[in-house]
């Protein structure tokens, strides 16, 4: 999920305002009254009402994604599910959005689905991934009447083929194919080795073996292949990679068994603006790449068209996040970094330790003030590399500041934690100059929910 980006200059003061920000904020974001306001709300009345840290979320950044990919891949064929990855950020009123929107969900676990059934989302909409589904999640899917689960190993397909059996039940499958085409940020790589926990490999003929046994299996249907090229991608190109190499491999098996694939899932990866320089592909562009690369490869190969899918996720929620804190310390070590200490840290925004993830940050109360320095921003745990910005551009901080870190409506709230017994922040969804809880705040209690005294 979290391929390294370019490399970046040395960062300076660039004497930006929020206004040179844009492409990195929320479609709705704007400077008033020197402050950055949010779909139509001033971020810092919203830090004093909800409290800080919290996450907002810009709804109509949010449903503006998932409507673009809808129009630009059924642009060319009209047959397109648009599968959000709930790994993103899910909450039970995200899915329920992405239901409005008539999209599909994808879930990786047996919580992400009990969410999607909470929301009332249609189960048929469902496509269920994972490399190691317990047999009990395989139960709760089947019971659930999921639409699509993507088979990732041997011992799964008979497992749930058993479990269907039983049940007198047969489900949809797809196999999760690795093309050995991998995604670098702004290039692809021909991996032989197709070292990879997910899927099946082309190499020994394991995909094949594993399309063969899926179509003589009882209880499940071979509907089709998924792939999953990474994250975070830029380079349209490597799409267009993959498909060449998944369309020949429904050529092979159409050969082998006479069976055509109905439905090709090419998985997520579009990359998004978190810094300045970054300049993504847009939508419209990936779907003419997926979907019309798509077609071209099947004609070359004489194959029927499928029905396809792709599954974004940091694409739709990333850029409509901030996340906002307060400033509470401010360390000036000389001649080496400022640091900018704030109520929150890699308890809710893990990727910077991860994956060393590059954020904008800025002052909302300053938001209209060049950014005249540079800073690190720091979180409150108890790890030296708890930091939320490395050498941040920042406007002049102050105890009491809002500080706001753009571009984290993704992977960063789905993947907190409550280290240090850190209470996780709430999510906020904004909408026409209003926000709504959508996630509350924790409480102590909720830390202690699970706890046998
Ligand atoms: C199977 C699968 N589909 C979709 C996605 C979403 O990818 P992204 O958020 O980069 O669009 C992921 C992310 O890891 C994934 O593993």
Redesign the pocket.
Known sequence: ?GRPSAPRPPAVPDQKTAADLMAVLPMTAEVKDGHLWIGGLDTVALAAEAGTAVYAMDEATIRHQLQEYVRWTTYHWPHVDV?Y?G??FMSVTMCKLVAEEGCCL?V?SGGELAFALRAGFPMERIYV?GNNKTPSELIECLEAGVGRI?VDSFEEMERLSALAVERGLTQDILL?VTPGVEADTHDFIMTGAEDSK?GFGRNQGLAMQAVKRAIELPGIEFQGL?M?I????FALHSFAKAIEVIVEFMREIKDETGVEVRLLDT?????IAYGLPDEPSTIQDYGKVVVDGIKAECERWGLSVPRMAV??????V?NAGVTLYTVGSIKEIANIRTYVAVDGGMSDNIRTSLYDAHYEALLANKADQPRVMVATVAGKHCESGDIVVNDAPLQCPEVGDILCVCATG??CQSMSSNYNKQVRPGVVFIRDGSWRWVVRRETYDDLMKCEED
């Open positions: 999920m599968v990855a790994k993103a994808d990786s991934h993507v999760r997910f998924h999953h990474g994250s975070q991608i998985g997520g990866g579009l990359g599954e974004p996720g940091r694409s739709i990333a993704a992977y």
